[in-house]
């Protein structure tokens, strides 16, 4: 196949293999800063050789820029808009990032890719080798970004919480406009309320995000009303990921701190 020296080479397989490995076991069985990385680095090489095959070698300076420029975007909060909108459309196959600017300095990886020279591996029937390779280069890209897919800790903790705080000067649309551009994973239900529900409450569950370091929420149940031109936020119980080893009463009071500060808009 023409430009299968792009796929064929040891460069992208290690990539492909990195991210793949990364993705589906790293994250997950050793969460660090560095494993957070690698996705990025190895998922970068693996996107550009992937459309450089596709498209040919003369639009190669072109791919790269736009690389860049779109890895500029997704890891800033100005794709959260997208990012519901395609939650939105298309719940079973939710998509999920984490605005870190520290990952842009992974496009770094960019510049020695630009000038590497593949060479092609000397393999029988190239065409039976690229088909399959494709397929699971679109995998890995995918899934990469694909919600939910990395989360395996052994034991997660249940906590009612049923404390509120005040947001002062912040509207219901405030709030969840919050949410979206810090692109955590939302949606309104009912059930999400406790037993006995006060009626003028809105409720929604949350899921799979980090707090703080090394402090991972499974899903919470809030609620939020507006008063006075304020928001009251409900928080009913939280379930946490390898929860820390602590009474749970500490544990609820560290909880109610650290949310006042994580949703305190503008501060």
Same mark, same amino acid.
């Given at each position: 196949?023409?430009?299968?020296?792009?796929?064929?080479?040891?460069?992208f397989?290690?990539?492909?293999?990195?991210?793949?490995?990364?993705?589906?076991?790293l994250?997950?069985?050793?969460?660090?800063?560095?494993?957070?990385?690698?996705?990025?680095?190895?998922?970068?090489?693996?996107f550009?050789?992937?459309f450089?095959?596709?498209?040919?070698?003369?639009?190669?300076?072109?791919?790269?820029?736009?690389?860049?420029?779109?890895?500029?975007?997704?890891? !800033?909060?100005? !794709?959260?808009?997208?990012?519901?909108?395609?939650?939105?459309? *298309?719940?079973?196959?939710?998509?999920?990032?984490?605005?870190?600017? @520290?990952?842009?300095?992974?496009?770094?990886?960019?510049?020695?890719?630009?000038?590497?020279?593949?060479?092609?591996?000397s393999?029988?029937?190239?065409?039976?080798?690229? @088909?399959?390779?494709?397929?699971?280069?679109? *995998?890995?890209?995918?899934?990469?970004?694909?919600?939910?897919?990395?989360?395996?800790?052994?034991?997660?903790?249940?906590?009612?919480? +049923?404390?509120s705080?005040?947001?002062?000067?912040? @509207?219901?649309?405030?709030?969840?406009?919050?949410?979206?551009?810090?692109?955590?994973?939302?949606?309104?239900?009912?059930?999400?309320?406790?037993?006995?529900?006060?009626? /003028?409450?809105?409720?929604?569950?949350?899921?799979?995000?980090?707090?703080? /370091?090394?402090?991972?929420?499974? !899903?919470m +149940?809030?609620?939020?009303?507006?008063?006075?031109?304020n928001?009251?936020?409900?928080?009913?119980?939280?379930?946490?990921? /390898?929860?820390?080893?602590?009474?749970?009463?500490?544990?609820?009071?560290?909880l109610?701190?650290?949310?006042?500060?994580?949703?305190?808009?503008g501060k």
């Open positions: 196949m023409k430009n299968s020296y792009y796929l064929l080479n040891q460069v397989l290690f990539a492909l293999f990195a991210l793949l490995l990364n993705d589906f076991y994250k997950a069985a050793f969460p660090s800063i560095l494993s957070g990385k690698l996705s990025d680095l190895s998922g970068l090489v693996v550009v050789f992937f450089i095959f596709l498209f040919g070698s003369r639009f190669k300076a072109l791919i790269f820029i736009t690389t860049a420029l779109i890895f500029c975007w997704w890891k !800033s909060f100005l !794709s959260g808009g997208f990012i519901q909108n395609w939650n939105e459309l *298309f719940g079973f196959y939710r998509i999920e990032r984490k605005v870190d600017y @520290t990952d842009l300095f992974c496009l770094a990886v960019l510049i020695p890719a630009y000038f590497y020279q593949p060479k092609q591996l393999l029988p029937k190239n065409r039976w080798v690229v @088909t399959p390779l494709l397929l699971l280069t679109v *995998f890995a890209i995918s899934a990469t970004s694909k919600g939910g897919n990395i989360r395996a800790y052994d034991n997660s903790q249940k906590y009612i919480i +049923h404390e705080f005040k947001l002062k000067k912040v @509207t219901q649309a405030d709030f969840l406009n919050y949410l979206s551009l810090s692109n955590l994973k939302f949606e309104k239900n009912a059930d999400a309320a406790p037993p006995r529900k006060p009626s /003028d409450y809105h409720y929604y569950i949350l899921q799979n995000f980090e707090i703080k /370091d090394g402090l991972n929420v499974e !899903s +149940h809030i609620g939020v009303k507006e008063k006075n031109e928001l009251k936020v409900l928080i009913y119980d939280v379930t946490l990921y /390898d929860p820390p080893i602590k009474p749970q009463k500490e544990v609820k009071k560290m109610m701190e650290l949310f006042e500060e994580f949703f305190s808009i």
